[in-house]
């Protein structure tokens, strides 16, 4: 079986827009996803659409080792088969290492295919200047897909483990880890100051707001209020 085409995400600086995310395929940038990553930062902010780019591209990987790229399919404002979207919603709900994923994750992924999807369709019906018909069936696919898809990668999550109880830290454990991962002390593994007081702010949000992972890599700037009421604004995935 041929290797599947290795799909990456680097940060690349443009002069229009400055630094931004890219997918590409084998080093080439893909034109539909990134055409979507680049509407989303109007009104997301540079790491969430990183983030939800991440996602698209387990679906471009998926596609890719179909040997069924996702583009073409997308561009014929079809409906994807119900073993189709089986298999892209089992892909989704797994890691790299075919392990389940958390509920959570598969909640994240979805939502970024699902805006993935809808601008897809909404940007090949623009661009073929569908009659009133034509583009009343290419929304009726669309709804279809998306519909189908949110089925199958919920009866997924839902079957999967259920999530381990959460313990508390107690207060000798709180004040250990605030030793280790304060900046400049000695314990810290990271040798970045930049990346100690990052992750040290970042430990002191889930401490303070019991935030979960997926919920803090979604703080922006413009989440976060330093009032006289200081509060932080936390997003869920479908907020994007």
């Given at each position: 079986m041929p290797d599947v085409p290795c799909c990456e995400i680097r940060m690349i600086r443009t002069a229009s827009s400055g630094l931004r995310p890219y997918l590409l395929v084998e080093g080439v940038p893909v034109i539909l996803a990134n055409l979507w990553a680049e509407?989303?930062?109007?009104?997301?902010?540079?790491?969430t659409v990183e983030s939800y780019l991440r996602d698209v591209a387990v679906a471009y990987e998926w596609a890719l080792s179909r040997d069924s790229p996702l583009e073409r399919k997308l561009e014929r404002?079809?409906?994807?088969?119900?073993?189709?979207?089986?298999?892209?919603?089992?892909r989704l709900c797994s890691t790299r290492r075919g392990a389940e994923a958390s509920q959570s994750t598969c909640?994240?992924?979805l939502e970024s295919i699902k805006s993935f999807i809808d601008f897809s369709f909404d940007h090949y019906i623009e661009l073929n200047r569908l009659g009133l018909q034509e583009q009343s069936q290419a929304e009726k696919n669309k709804n279809k897909n998306l519909r189908n898809l949110s089925k199958k990668v919920i009866k997924i999550a839902q079957q999967s483990e259920p999530s381990r109880p959460s313990t508390p830290l107690d207060?000798?454990?709180e004040a250990l880890l605030k030793k280790v991962l304060y900046p400049s002390s000695s314990k810290n593994p990271f040798k970045s100051v930049k990346i100690q007081v990052r992750n040290y702010c970042l430990f002191l949000v889930m401490l303070e707001t019991l935030a979960r992972r997926g919920e803090v890599v979604l703080i922006e700037l413009n989440d976060l209020d330093l009032g006289p009421s200081a509060t932080i604004r936390i997003k869920q995935p479908n907020d994007i």
């Amino acid at each position: 079986m041929p290797d599947v085409p290795c799909c990456e995400i680097r940060m690349i600086r443009t002069a229009s827009s400055g630094l931004r995310p890219y997918l590409l395929v084998e080093g080439v940038p893909v034109i539909l996803a990134n055409l979507w990553a680049e509407d989303l930062l109007h009104k997301s902010r540079l790491n969430t659409v990183e983030s939800y780019l991440r996602d698209v591209a387990v679906a471009y990987e998926w596609a890719l080792s179909r040997d069924s790229p996702l583009e073409r399919k997308l561009e014929r404002l079809a409906v994807f088969s119900s073993t189709e979207l089986t298999m892209l919603a089992e892909r989704l709900c797994s890691t790299r290492r075919g392990a389940e994923a958390s509920q959570s994750t598969c909640t994240r992924r979805l939502e970024s295919i699902k805006s993935f999807i809808d601008f897809s369709f909404d940007h090949y019906i623009e661009l073929n200047r569908l009659g009133l018909q034509e583009q009343s069936q290419a929304e009726k696919n669309k709804n279809k897909n998306l519909r189908n898809l949110s089925k199958k990668v919920i009866k997924i999550a839902q079957q999967s483990e259920p999530s381990r109880p959460s313990t508390p830290l107690d207060a000798d454990e709180e004040a250990l880890l605030k030793k280790v991962l304060y900046p400049s002390s000695s314990k810290n593994p990271f040798k970045s100051v930049k990346i100690q007081v990052r992750n040290y702010c970042l430990f002191l949000v889930m401490l303070e707001t019991l935030a979960r992972r997926g919920e803090v890599v979604l703080i922006e700037l413009n989440d976060l209020d330093l009032g006289p009421s200081a509060t932080i604004r936390i997003k869920q995935p479908n907020d994007i």
